[in-house]
C-alpha cells in the first residue's frame, strides 16, 4: 500500500494566522440567492447603460451589441466582478480558486447567450456558463479569512 496523503482527511488550516490559505481553491460557492441578485441585477444595469448611451449618442446598432457582450467581458476580466458581484460580495474564479483567464471569461460570457442557459441553474448550482468555461462564482472571502465564533 502507498503511503501518501489520505484524500478523505480533512483539510488542515492554520487557524492562529488566517491569512495562510487551506488552499487556492478554498472558497464557498455563492448561494443561488446571490446569484439571481447578480443576474438581475447585472440586467438592469446593462439597460441603464443602453439607455443612456441611447440618450447621449443616439440609437447605434454597434453600441447596443458592444454593452450587450462587452459587460461581462469587461468588468469580469479586469475585476473578476460585475457591478453586482460587489454588491453581493461574489467573484468569479476558475475552478482551482486561481483568476480566471481573459478566454475562460470570454467562453463564460458567449455562453450566457444560449437559449435557455439561464434554466441550467435547475437542479444544479452552477449554469452552464459556468461549467463550460471551468469557473465558479464564489463569495468573496476564502474560507480562511473566514472569522468563526469562538466556544
Request: hydrophobic share 45%; no cysteine.
Amino acid at each position: 500500500m502507498s503511503e501518501g496523503p489520505n484524500p478523505f482527511a480533512p483539510p488542515k488550516a492554520d487557524w492562529e494566522n488566517p491569512a495562510v490559505a487551506v488552499d487556492a481553491g478554498d472558497y464557498v460557492d455563492a448561494s443561488q440567492g446571490a446569484r439571481l441578485v447578480n443576474f438581475f441585477l447585472d440586467q438592469f444595469i446593462r439597460v441603464g447603460m443602453m439607455v443612456g448611451i441611447a440618450a447621449l449618442l443616439g440609437d447605434s446598432p454597434i453600441l447596443v451589441l458592444f454593452v450587450t457582450f462587452g459587460y461581462h467581458i469587461f468588468f469580469e476580466s479586469i475585476f473578476s466582478r460585475t457591478p453586482a458581484k460587489w454588491l453581493t460580495r461574489t467573484r468569479v474564479v476558475a475552478l482551482d480558486g486561481s483568476r480566471p483567464t481573459f478566454w475562460q471569461i470570454v467562453g463564460r460570457s458567449f455562453a450566457r447567450y444560449v437559449p435557455f442557459e439561464p434554466f441550467s441553474f435547475l437542479g444544479s448550482a452552477r449554469g452552464w456558463h459556468d461549467r463550460w468555461s471551468n469557473t465558479r462564482v464564489v463569495r468573496d472571502t476564502r474560507v480562511s479569512e473566514m472569522t468563526f465564533p469562538k466556544d
